[in-house]
């Protein structure tokens, strides 16, 4: 499964979910004209979610997929911060994040 793939189907199923609430959280670059202009946090997660007051992020990677150092620095900043960060190559794998930030 791509990682847009993977992406969609876990959020498709997170939105069935109750008490959580999540959204894709894209990030890059555009250039309007003359300016450049960024959008989102260098290295934050694909996918952002608030699980029963618990904040988790799901950063989707295909089998062979590696995070950047920008996406391992925003992960322990999160955990630093008390929040939830995975790294999650399938939906299976997606669903037993949620059912830890649960049992938080």
């Known amino acids: 499964m791509s990682e847009t793939d993977l992406v ?6 997170l939105r069935l979910e109750r008490g959580t609430y999540a959204w894709r959280n894209n990030t890059g670059a555009i250039k309007r004209g ?7 946090e260098v290295g934050a997660p694909d996918i952002m979610a608030i699980v029963e007051g618990t904040f988790v992020g799901l950063e989707c990677k295909a089998e062979a997929g590696r995070l950047s150092p920008e996406q391992r620095a925003w992960g322990a900043r999160c955990q630093e911060a008390g929040g939830r960060y995975n790294v999650v190559r399938s939906v299976a794998e997606a669903r037993e994040a949620i059912r830890e930030a649960r049992r938080q």
């Open 34 to 40: 003359a300016r450049f202009v960024r959008f989102g």
């Open 8 to 13: 969609t189907t876990i959020l498709g199923l």
